[in-house]
């Protein structure tokens, strides 16, 4: 059955504080991604990566930055976290390296709170 | 650039009626189309797609239909269950740009009552 978890379900941090939000998968997938989801907003994706070390900027990109040093593991960062970063974070997968038709597989989303 | 609009909610609908969510998109090329669903406390998962226009996507009941002439992908239930109840989600992704990750639209979420 494949996978992807998130590190956390909820979590509460304060303004100004490093944040890091980590995403495993098990299915060996090439591409891994991170977006956000806000009511009215559907999802925005922040940051995508088709390769270790790789990555490209989503629609979003302002105030974080990602981090994948192995295949399985994709990290998402807030520099310095602020209010309006308050939101679900989800991240996903899929296997294909080039334009993607496969399947994205969906972790169950961390939902940050920035006080 | 590329988007995706779908019909206002929450719906609500009696148990066993019949379902309709309207999703229109617009695109450079030929997008790909997906529905995905949001259960309560999950993340996403892929209900149904069509990679090309007359395609059909059909899963667990429910229907798409890729119109290119109309630029939409309607999600059609005959017959509804409680189950049913999640937040719904229009996406496309093109196939003639570089672009790698879906475009969602904002989501319906369906009510279904007993």
């Known amino acids: 059955d494949v996978k992807v978890t998130q590190s956390s379900r909820y979590l509460v941090k304060r303004t100004g504080e490093k944040v890091f939000l980590e995403c495993v998968q098990d299915?060996?997938?090439?591409?891994m991604f991170w977006y956000r989801q806000d009511p009215g907003l559907g999802l925005r994706l922040i940051y995508f990566s088709y390769d270790v070390k790789m990555k490209e900027k989503g629609d979003i990109p302002e105030g974080y930055s990602v981090s994948r040093e192995k295949k399985e593991r994709f990290s998402l960062i807030l520099e310095s976290a602020s209010t309006n970063q308050t939101s679900m974070y989800l991240c996903a997968s899929s296997l294909a390296g080039g334009y993607l038709t496969d399947t994205q597989y969906f972790g169950p989303g961390t939902r940050l709170t920035v006080l | 650039g590329d988007s995706v609009t779908q019909m206002e909610g929450p719906v609500t609908l009696s148990e066993e009626a019949f379902l309709t969510i309207n999703c229109t998109y617009t695109a450079t090329g030929y997008p790909s189309l997906f529905w995905y669903v949001q259960y309560p406390g999950e993340g996403l998962q892929l209900l149904l797609k069509?990679?090309?226009?007359?395609d059909k996507g059909s899963n667990k009941g429910f229907e798409a239909t890729y119109r290119k002439e109309t630029t939409s992908f309607h999600l059609e239930k005959g017959s509804v269950q409680v189950s049913d109840s999640a937040v719904y989600f229009c996406a496309l992704t093109p196939m003639d740009t570089g672009r790698r990750a879906l475009t969602f639209g904002s989501g319906t979420r369906l009510q279904v009552q007993p």
């Open positions: 299915m060996d997938h090439e591409n």
């Open positions: 069509a990679t090309k226009a007359d």
